[in-house]
């Protein structure tokens, strides 16, 4: 039996992950057993769990407790939001940064413990905010990590850390750049990129949605689906073939907020559309302008990641998924 | 008067660097108190200084203390070295990553202390380990930092955070990587790439010099007047040119092992040249093979930074400033 251990399991992506992996067991193999960490986890459709830990990453105790659970799969998801680093210059670099140091250092200790048997699986979520403008149009694999917001800064750094702990075989760690994950179920945040799924959420249940944006903005988008996709592939993926490069942004759609809107409206009619109000945000628009539109993933495609193709299928996914316990 | 503070003001360059002070001030500025810090200090031909503190830089107290010197000018040249960090991965991690972090935050206190009117100048030596293979003939300016050492992956966290704790306001901050520094003056040390200076330097003392790697080898060079040059061009620079990106590959020259020779042939003649004797090895070989052979660094040329144009001068700095006192 395999012990797989979720680090922000309570989260949208890794609730969303815990339900796929009790449903479908983990790259088809149902011999798992699934633990859940977070800060707190949802009362309503909770995943199912053979055990669900609390706690905080900056807790050393709690880091080094986790480590000891030895589990094989260590899916990490876990950080405070690129908006609160922004704001909360020491929660974010001790959470975002200090705590992955720590947790590496964990399990580092485990590994030497083990006699360096074990070499536990991480698959971490890193972000496209690693990379800052001025980009190119599509930003290639080789092309170079000038973050310019804490937490790009600090998943890069991460980024670094995994591949050097994972070079000297303590770990073997994968770290993935997601797209924005889209369309999000639930509530609007107060995340600036919230828009992009409200825009879509909203007038798919009869609720009006503001646009603080142009529609001429593009960005790049992948489904919740997807997102369990890429964690599961990664979980699963010979990291021989990665040739020490552990870092990879992954595939995406890239489209206009003009060509998310058509294909809402190929979904839901013009009704739908019409729920759309444009409501321009200096502050958010200036935000978005500073984000990749566009990515050249050759090598995550040729390692056998893949995504949405079209911005249809993206609403296609939230309507099948989630529409139905809105 | 200007406070100037070198971490690692005991080594070759910072050595160097504080001679340089001494006889012409920092950017023709006399009216400048220099203090070093380092674990230690050359007995013969000491450079001047108005004090000389010893320490280690993963002692917190020490970090604390450093800061509050609040120098406006701080040079951070100090390094557990790449072999080093290699083989003793606690001892390189502690003090290449979380001493910088450690240090940053003291500074970042100090800043805050003062209501946010001490920003220093703080200027890094980062390096081209940052680099891994496989590379472009010429590395650019947006090339992937992907190294493949526990240095490399030290120097580019530093970078990343450099960067984080200058956009926020809190230091002015540059990461300069320097290019393999030749001809170092004294004595061979177990570097990988203690031959590139040893080829040079024994010939022109009368000494034997072993040769470990194919004579078609090409790295990147810059002697050692040219790194004072880059630290002291960086500490005067208006890193708003910068545009949000604090590091940067410098200028160098890019030649092979046997171009190298054939510059000490025009320098000393045949019977220099006849006293370097080929003794091919396997592991160093290897290693060498791994590393950066040349860049194109349009940015830091645009930005007034300058090395030799050949390796002719290279050996010529050497012959000025150093031979006399081998």
Redesign the interface.
């Known amino acids: 039996m395999r012990k797989v251990l979720i680090i922000g399991g309570g989260g949208m992506v890794g609730q969303k992950l815990a339900h796929h992996l009790g449903a479908h067991g983990l790259n088809g193999d149902a011999d798992i057993e699934v633990t859940l960490f977070d800060v707190g986890y949802p009362e309503r459709n909770a995943a199912p769990a053979a055990a669900r830990l609390t706690g905080n990453l900056t807790d050393p105790a709690m880091t080094a407790r986790l480590a000891a659970l030895r589990a094989d799969v260590i899916f990490h998801l876990a950080a405070i939001v690129s908006g609160e680093s922004e704001t909360d210059?020491d929660k974010g670099w001790a959470t975002n940064m200090?705590s992955v140091?720590t947790f590496l250092e964990d399990l580092r200790r485990e590994n030497m413990a083990s006699g360096g048997t074990y070499v536990p699986r991480l698959v971490f979520t890193s972000s496209i905010a690693v990379f800052?403008d001025p980009y190119?149009d599509k930003i290639g694999?080789?092309?170079?990590?000038?973050?310019?917001t804490?937490y790009g800064?600090q998943k890069?750094?991460s980024e670094?850390?995994i591949?050097?702990v994972s070079?000297?075989g303590f770990i073997d760690g994968i770290a993935i750049r997601l797209p924005t994950i889209c369309v999000r179920p639930g509530k609007a945040n107060l995340a600036a990129s919230s828009f992009f799924s409200g825009i879509i959420r909203e007038p798919l249940n009869g609720k009006q949605a503001i646009l603080p944006v142009p529609d001429t903005v593009r960005h790049w988008h992948a489904s919740p689906r997807s997102a369990v996709g890429f964690l599961t592939h990664a979980a699963g993926l010979d990291t021989a073939r990665l040739e020490?490069?552990r870092a990879l942004s992954l595939p995406g759609v890239s489209c206009t907020v003009a060509e998310q809107i058509e294909a809402l409206r190929r979904a839901a009619g013009n009704d739908a559309v019409a729920l759309i109000r444009q409501q321009p945000d200096a502050a958010i628009t200036k935000i978005v302008a500073g984000w990749p539109r566009d990515f050249d993933t050759a090598r995550a495609r040729a390692l056998g990641f893949r995504a949405e193709d079209s911005f249809d299928q993206i609403v296609k996914v939230y309507i099948d998924e989630d529409l139905p316990n809105a």
């Open positions: 210059f200090m140091w800052g190119p694999d080789e092309f170079l990590c000038a973050p310019r804490s800064a890069a750094i670094l850390m591949g050097d070079r000297k020490g490069r």
